[in-house]
């Protein structure tokens, strides 16, 4: 038997309309194959000034639009609110006033999880009844969220990585295969509508790190504040870095990774640029795809791999959330959040890394950096010649970039390098910093 939903949703943007037209569009399939039954009873388009706004789709006549958030929150007749307005102050209103009126709730809303994940865990608790969607959270159209749900119950996760920002992937593909530059494939994602005219969520990383925060919540159990979880982005990386990075058989992603230590009792969690082996399915995954790693003890490696953001493939995921509690109830769905376990967040970890310094050429320059990265206690594998300029998109006389990959160190022993690099006026720019897979 499935449990009749009647629905508010807040938002009417892209996502919010893609949700309305699939919703519309496949509801009498949708009970014919499992009976589910669901109504969009009213609709708030907060973010809208103009109610009259001709949209991309057309209300049904059973279809309410309003602006007043509690023509939905004091309605008893509806009990699921879908939430897709975005941002977290007028979200947070919505979805917490929502569950404690013991309404379901479905959100597409990372920054809010990832923010107020302890909160929203206790309001679940505290409200017998209610349940909490949140597949197209993160990486919007994979099924990332319900696999870890529901696929890992008798296993145990070592680690998750993967590339969930397709703005970044897709600037990162340009660079590898066009030879580009930063400031050149930023303005063509801008012009494409990629990336937003301010950038710095996507390129700066914050927007893998909120994403990661909640998968390792789900794999691992642990909160994970985001001011906890480090993270840089790609906008210091330049041609020179993919030249060395093919050179190296790899090219570069920005990752999120959440791991397991070695003694199993620590969590590294952090957003980075990567060097990935060519031929593996980070290195695979191009354009503004997203991909999603799991290794565990009984699946071993396991890969998702979808669109990460669009209209419609972000408002399916909304949609199966929809339909998963209609046909299970509050008491058939899993529980959002996994028991919480006893461990150590731990920011640093061991790997191979590639250190770019730029610096004035000249007779000893190698040995210098040798004996810098000595006394920090990292061992050098290798030293190659990046070309002069620096590598930063202009050539500077007199200027060269050398990449120095590591043998297996600590993070924090490649931070004293180049710290030591920069204190000895060595490097005449900040050194780029990537761990190799």
């Known amino acids: 038997m499935s449990l ?23 509801k009498k399939e949708l009970f014919k194959a499992g009976g589910v039954n669901v109504t969009i009873a009213k609709a708030s388009w907060i973010c809208v000034r103009d109610v009259n706004k001709k949209r991309s789709f057309e209300l049904e006549k059973h279809t309410t639009m309003v602006t007043d ?4 929150l004091e309605d008893d007749s509806i009990n699921c ?7 977290v102050t007028h979200a947070k209103d919505v979805v917490f006033k929502a569950l404690k009126k013991g309404k379901h709730v479905v959100t597409a809303n990372k920054a809010l999880l990832a923010q107020l994940l302890p909160e929203v865990k206790s309001l679940v608790a505290e409200n017998a009844g209610t349940s909490l969607g949140y597949e197209a959270a993160v990486c919007g159209g994979i099924p990332i969220i319900h696999n870890m749900q529901g696929s890992y119950v008798g296993d145990s996760i070592q680690s998750v990585m993967g590339i969930m920002n397709g703005t970044t992937n897709f600037m990162l593909t340009k660079m590898e295969t066009e030879g580009a530059d930063y400031a050149a494939v930023l303005k063509e994602a801008q012009d494409l509508g990629f990336a937003e005219a301010d950038p710095t969520a996507d390129v700066e990383g914050h927007d893998v790190q909120a ?3 909640l998968l390792a919540k789900l794999a691992f159990g642990q909160d994970v504040a985001l001011d906890k979880v480090p993270c840089a982005g790609i906008s210091n990386l330049s041609s020179t870095d993919f030249a060395c990075a093919k050179m190296m058989g790899c090219t570069i992603k920005l990752v999120g990774t959440a791991a397991l230590g070695e003694s199993k009792d620590k969590l ?18 191009r354009g503004p795809g997203n991909v999603v790693v799991v ?3 009984n699946l071993t490696e396991s890969v998702y791999a979808g669109p990460g953001a669009g209209r419609f493939p972000t408002a399916n995921s909304v949609v199966n959330d ?21 461990l150590e967040l731990e920011p640093d970890f061991e790997a191979c890394f590639y250190v770019r310094v730029t610096a004035a050429d000249g007779l000893g320059v190698l040995s210098t950096v040798g004996a810098i990265a000595a006394e920090a206690g990292v061992s050098v594998h290798s030293v190659l010649r990046g070309g002069e300029g620096g590598g930063g998109g202009e050539e500077k006389a007199g200027v060269v970039s050398l990449v120095v990959k590591t043998n297996p160190c600590l993070r924090s022993e490649v931070g004293a390098f180049v710290d030591g690099l920069k204190g000895k006026k060595v490097a005449t720019a900040d050194p780029v910093v990537m761990s190799i897979l």
Not at 322 to 342: H, K, M, N, Q, S
Request: aromatic fraction near 6%; avoid cysteine; glycine fraction near 16%.
């Open 81 to 87: 609110v879908v939430e897709l307005m975005g941002g």
């Open 4 to 26: 009749p939903l009647k629905i508010g949703m807040f938002g009417g943007g892209t996502v919010g309309g893609g949700v309305y037209e699939i919703m519309e569009h496949t």
């Open 211 to 213: 994403k990661i925060a």
């Open 322 to 342: 929809i339909v998963r509690l209609a046909r299970l109830g509050a008491a058939g769905t899993p529980p959002p959040f996994p028991l919480e376990r006893p």
């Open 69 to 72: 958030y509690d023509e939905i």
């Open 295 to 297: 290794r565990s003890e």
């Open 268 to 285: 590294a969690v952090y957003v980075s640029p990567v060097l990935v082996p060519l031929g593996g399915p980070l290195a695979s995954t």
